[in-house]
């Protein structure tokens, strides 16, 4: 049960200030690897295999995550995902340690704290909005905005900097530390559950996998939600790898080094950041969804404008970058909240990771083609293509009505998924789960 406002403030943000420091960690371990392997390979295909190793359990393990978050103790979820994390990259820290390190290492291990991330990340979503009132959606979301964008102007210029001071296992052990912040406030701090309705005959006992089902169902039965995630779909195609790229784009293009990438994640950062405070102050059009979808539109036009850089553009690609990060923050606290306003509390955990594991679906198939068009014709054709992919999702969704008047349509209710009668994608669903 949501808590009254005088009583959430605090718990709510001692949480949330325990994950800000895990982030941090996180951030500074993602760009460190990230570099490592291309100033070690210099291929783009090297950087497409390790975006894409990191995305494949989003897209098969998320709808369980989803599922098991709904189930089980949110709170437990969080602390286990947190302590997997620091697992693996202790483990890591010792394979630098003994200078045996692989690039197979590096996927295995980008593979697990994506695992683990998919798990923390639907918790937590799927808590907040149990642990804040409701017309605070939008504001903390802008605030969680405002963090990610901090967090990369930080992250980044101090990655690039310990690099050349200490070795990386030093690095990976920050991140352990930053884990251990998010955990002990976890195991002090009661995370609310959504109510379950009470089952009374065994056929009421739902399982697993009808869970899981109900979550497939919940999705289809909501036409604006379905549209937004096949749009999700289809600009991941082609976005996610312009994106994965941009490391190839500062040694390829531009010419340039550690300190050049930094300067471009922090001015994504500093975008995000401005993009968040507007967020959370303003909070965004009546209709949210419109919020988000302005913000596409703009990220369209700069990924496009990114590609038509020369070589020697690299400050005017620092100015694009952080419009883009401010039109991210546009795109993704308006479509949180949104979420968060018109699904169930206990569907939450479900929804979240359906709607990443779609939305990432296509993206390893845009990698798989990425890396190898990227090292053969250029980097920039992905940020001009993906431009120009997103202006037309972004503008064409404006005149889908399902989409437009997504937070007009009432909350699913479902008691059992048994209630719901099945379409032929529900039969092709349920076919697989059998």
Request: hydrophobic share 55%; net charge neutral; glycine share 10%.
């Amino acid at each position: 049960m949501k808590r009254p406002e005088s009583q959430w403030i605090t718990p709510f943000f001692t949480i949330w200030g325990g994950q800000a420091f895990s982030l941090l960690g996180s951030q500074l371990v993602q760009f460190s690897l990230i570099w490592w392997l291309t100033e070690k390979t210099q291929s783009a295909t090297v950087l497409a295999i390790a975006t894409m190793v990191g995305l494949l359990p989003q897209v098969f393990i998320g709808p369980i995550a989803g599922t098991l978050v709904d189930r089980h103790n949110r709170r437990l979820i969080m602390i286990l995902a947190d302590g997997l994390v620091a697992g693996v990259t202790l483990a890591l820290a010792v394979v630098y340690w003994m200078d045996i390190i692989q690039i197979w290492h590096i996927y295995i291990a980008l593979f697990i704290r994506a695992a683990s991330g998919g798990f923390h990340w639907s918790a937590m979503q799927a808590s907040t909005s149990l642990m804040i009132p409701k017309e605070h959606f939008s504001r903390i979301q802008g605030i969680n905005q405002v963090l990610n964008g901090a967090l990369n102007i930080g992250a980044a210029p101090l990655g690039a900097l310990l690099i050349g001071l200490i070795p990386m296992q030093a690095i990976l052990a920050i991140d352990v530390s930053t884990a251990l912040l998010a955990i002990i406030p976890l195991c002090f701090i009661s995370v609310p559950q959504p109510q379950k309705v009470d089952s009374t005959t065994s056929e009421q006992k739902e399982s697993f996998w009808n869970d899981l089902r109900a979550g497939f169902r919940y999705v289809w039965s909501l036409p604006g939600l379905l549209l937004l995630m096949i749009v999700a779909m289809l600009i991941n195609l082609v976005i996610t790898p312009a994106f994965s790229l941009i490391p190839i784009l500062v040694s390829k293009h531009f010419e340039g080094g550690a300190m050049q990438l930094a300067w471009l994640d922090a001015a994504a950062g500093i975008g995000i950041v401005l993009g968040g405070l507007i967020l959370s102050t303003w909070g965004g059009f009546k209709r949210r969804v419109i919020t988000t979808l302005g913000g596409l539109v703009f990220l369209g036009i700069g990924l496009f404008v990114l590609g038509l850089l020369s070589s020697a553009a690299f400050y005017p690609a620092v100015i694009i970058t952080l419009l883009i990060g401010l039109s991210v923050a546009m795109i993704d606290g308006p479509l949180l909240a949104v979420v968060q306003d018109v699904v169930a509390p206990d569907m939450q955990g479900r929804v979240f990771t359906l709607i990443i594991s779609a939305a990432k679906a296509m993206t390893p198939i845009g990698l798989s083609f990425a890396g190898p068009v990227a090292d053969r014709f250029g980097v920039q054709s992905w940020y001009i293509i993906g431009g120009i992919v997103t202006i037309i999702f972004g503008v064409g969704s404006f005149f889908i009505s399902p989409v437009i008047n997504i937070e007009a349509k009432t909350v699913v209710e479902i008691e059992s998924p048994d209630k719901m009668k099945d379409t032929g994608f529900e039969n092709a669903i349920n076919a697989l789960l059998d």
